[in-house]
């Protein structure tokens, strides 16, 4: 029993490993070869190069190749590069650029596909193939190839591929090999057994199996290293492999090796075509080859090479700062480790024992009967009970989380998709390497700090939780936002519970991903954070003298009763939204500016805080996002829930109605002396464009001197532009910031200022 259970585990281990997706190899490098030169080609950090992000070169130079867009993949081979780009979530392209081997010119490009999106490509010395992702599965087709389609095209099964001279092998969904094609020193030679990846040469192809040693076939010269690998390069009559330490091993005709000055250089990916070799530097991501003598002095070809395709999974997680080459949430995936099976190979059965029979041993042949069914039977269960695990582990992620926008329209996603797509952003933004100054905070730290989040250390509640007051071991006083899901929520009974909860997540992802790359004295500081499939923590330097809103309308008392003290709290959080706008890279527009969202240090300067709703704006700001509205309402863009067309003009009303918080001390939505609800910009506006601002002014603030009722009037004529109706009439946060300086300015020193001086020019 002890031994068919050992032997069950091991079997399903074995095939949950096996199950893994299959991360195929280097597909942003491409070697090419003609008879004198050598054309080398890399997809580079995007914008590198100007519009594309593709570079090439040739050695001895001579041949030169323009291209004027990005690209996802590339492969070569003798005379030939190709591009393959997704522009679209249906739709790939892929082009081609051919020389002669006499070519000094420009080379010309030519279209060879347009349809259903490519997944994967690989290409042989002559021949180009891909996997193509079609509604009954992954379709396998070639091109370069005549005849290949009719007769051996459309292979399904396979979830990479690889490519050499006339022949072609593919991995199957369990790791098996399968190779196909006019060699037949490869097809029909495969090796049994399940592997992780499979990479061809030029006649021998090689396999990594799932504890990470090799096995070749073909005409494979010199022998193979021992040891554990990730990755292969296989050129004519040699060899590379990479192992999982990050070291290249090489052999082949001549005692081909490594080359000594690349002995201990560590390496990403690797890539090969005929004689030359390629890889892929951890330390700075650089392009050295090797494997020429007109290499030997050329070893280093590029900067900021992408070290792997950018992929939406990784089954290993992402590698570190690599989402800096990719779009969100798309990233690079770190090589999966290999599997050493030692540990998990079932036990030796027992020796033989002498024959005994069964009135002798006290078992009847029924009861042995009985007792072999009973533990096949067991054991059946026991891998059905887990295979169905891993795979719901596997839809859902086993978290909760979700990237899409908040108010995204549509139909209620399912939670394995929202799982799915919140830990790829997650991934994003660990890999991202922005987050390295933060601080993973154990749970039981800020546990014990909160006093297990008592009520009597809560303070607030953000866009996705209660916030709490804390103190930490070393006598730091911070502020932790826990995220809640409550069943009471009115959101939740309209939204559903779904919903409620994806929104929640979006907000906590919005926020560690901004604060995490943004650096601004008038923007609240993140410290670290927390995250696990139940909790999600971030914790941020306390503001002691709380927010805006406390002031204007909580507090009894409060030092905020001053004008120029007023104009300055507005000035530094004007600055903290011009830094989104103008200086964030991409830019973002933060979606909930409200003075609950202004928060006050111990030095009453001003933070812009809370970034739940924050979505990366368009570059220029002619352009807008078109999606649902999201917000508080009294602060909310007017045109922004009209048209729902966000732009960062739709932060500059909302900062408008915080102007006429601090001038009239009334609410954004208060009641008027009937109880009947009233907006802030209704009531106050028209006093302002009829000069006559002073009727409506915070009585609680002492009287304006002269100096300062000028400055006070301007910031009105400022609050007024600021909630026009149509964005394009309001200031830009740079000239709200502008004009600020003037009115604090104003506060000290006699004024010059008209009402035309706050009309927008921009």
């Not at 193939?129 to 070639?142: I, T």
């Not at 997680?317 to 998990?344: E, M, R, T, Y």
């Not at 154990?442 to 014990?448: A, I, S």
């Not at 919903?499 to 901004?514: G, H, I, M, T, Y």
Request: glycine share 8%.
């Amino acid at each position: 029993m002890a031994f068919l259970l050992s032997q069950s585990l091991f079997i399903f281990s074995y095939f949950l490993l096996s199950s893994l997706p299959i991360i195929n190899a280097l597909s942003t490098v491409s070697i090419s070869e003609t008879s004198n030169q050598t054309f080398i080609c890399a997809l580079q950090q995007p914008n590198q190069q100007g519009k594309s992000n593709l570079n090439c070169t040739s050695f001895p130079p001579g041949l030169v190749v323009n291209p004027n867009i990005s690209y996802s993949e590339i492969v070569g081979g003798n005379g030939f590069v190709c591009a393959l780009r997704s522009p679209s979530n249906s739709t790939s392209i892929m082009g081609c650029w051919r020389f002669s081997p006499n070519a000094a010119t420009n080379v010309p490009y030519k279209r060879i596909y347009r349809g259903p999106v490519i997944q994967d490509i690989d290409a042989g010395n002559s021949h180009i193939c891909g996997l193509v992702n079609r509604e009954n599965g992954l379709d396998l087709e070639c091109w370069q190839w005549p005849g290949f389609n009719s007769s051996m095209g459309g292979k399904r099964n396979m979830s990479s591929i690889a490519v050499g001279e006339n022949f072609l092998c593919g991995l199957s969904e369990t790791g098996n090999v399968t190779c196909m094609g006019n060699n037949t020193r490869v097809v029909g030679h495969e090796p049994s057994g399940n592997y992780s990846l499979v990479a061809a040469g030029f006649w021998h192809a090689c396999a990594i199996s799932l504890d990470g040693s090799l096995d070749c076939w073909g005409n494979v010269v010199g022998d193979k290293p021992q040891g554990s690998f990730v990755s292969l390069a296989l050129g004519e009559d040699r060899s590379c492999a990479l192992g999982y330490n990050g070291m290249v091993a090489c052999w082949g005709s001549n005692n081909f090796s490594m080359p000594n000055r690349l002995q201990g250089t560590f390496f990403e990916s690797i890539v090969a075509k005929r004689s030359v070799f390629c890889g892929v530097v951890s330390s700075n991501y650089s392009l050295l080859c090797w494997g020429t003598e007109i290499l030997e002095s050329n070893t280093k070809v590029f900067d900021n090479v992408l070290p792997g395709p950018c992929r939406n999974e990784c089954p290993c997680g992402p590698l570190s700062d690599s989402a800096n080459f990719c779009d969100s949430p798309a990233i690079i995936c770190k090589p999966c480790p290999p599997v050493f099976q030692s540990p998990l190979q079932p036990p030796p059965p027992p020796p033989p024992s002498p024959p005994q029979n069964a009135a002798e041993s006290g078992w009847s042949t029924k009861m042995v009967a009985f007792l072999v069914v009973g533990c096949v039977g067991c054991s059946s269960l026991l891998l059905v009970l887990a295979f169905f695990l891993y795979r719901y582990c596997k839809g859902r992620g086993c978290r909760v989380h979700d990237s899409g926008r908040l108010d995204e329209p549509g139909t209620e996603p399912e939670a394995q998709a929202v799982s799915g797509v919140l830990e790829k952003r997650l991934s994003h933004v660990i890999s991202m390497g922005n987050g390295s100054h933060l601080e993973e905070f154990p749970l039981l730290v800020l546990v014990e700090a909160t006093n297990n989040f008592s009520e009597e250390k809560k303070i607030g509640m953000g866009s996705f939780g209660s916030v709490y007051h804390a103190t930490l071991e070393d006598g730091k006083e911070v502020a932790i936002k826990r995220a809640e899901f409550s069943s009471t929520s009115p959101s939740y009974a309209v939204m559903g519970g779904t919903k409620r909860q994806e929104d929640k997540d979006n907000a906590f992802v919005n926020e560690l991903e901004s604060l995490s790359r943004l650096h601004h004295k008038n923007l609240v500081r993140l410290l670290g954070f927390y995250e696990d499939m139940n909790e999600r923590i971030l914790v941020y330097d306390y503001m002691n003298n709380g927010s805006l809103n406390d002031h204007l309308h909580k507090l009894q008392s409060s030092a905020l009763m001053s004008w120029p003290l007023r104009i300055k709290v507005a000035l530094e959080a004007a600055r903290g939204i011009e830094y989104l706008h103008k200086y964030a890279t991409p830019p973002i527009i933060h979606r909930d500016i409200k003075s609950a969202n202004i928060l006050l240090d111990a030095k009453w300067t001003a933070k812009v805080a809370d970034f739940g709703l924050s979505l990366m704006g368009p570059e220029d700001e002619e352009s807008h996002l078109s999606l649902l509205a999201a917000g508080t309402l009294g602060y909310m863009d007017p045109e922004y829930y009209r048209l729902q067309h966000l732009t960062s003009k739709s932060d500059v009303y909302s900062f408008g109605v915080v102007l006429l918080e601090l001038l009239s001390g009334h609410k954004a939505i208060h009641k008027n002396e009937n109880g009947v609800p009233r907006n802030v910009v209704d009531f106050v506006v028209p006093f302002i464009v009829q000069d006559e601002i002073h009727r409506v002014l915070d009585p609680r603030v002492p009287p304006p001197t002269p100096f300062e009722i000028e400055a006070v009037a301007f910031v009105g004529y400022l609050a007024a532009d600021c909630v026009r109706l149509e964005g394009r009439d309001r200031p830009t946060m740079s000239k709200v910031v502008k004009s600020l300086e003037t009115a604090l300015a104003a506060c000290l020193l006699q004024p010059i200022l008209s009402r035309s001086t706050t009309a927008s020019s921009d």
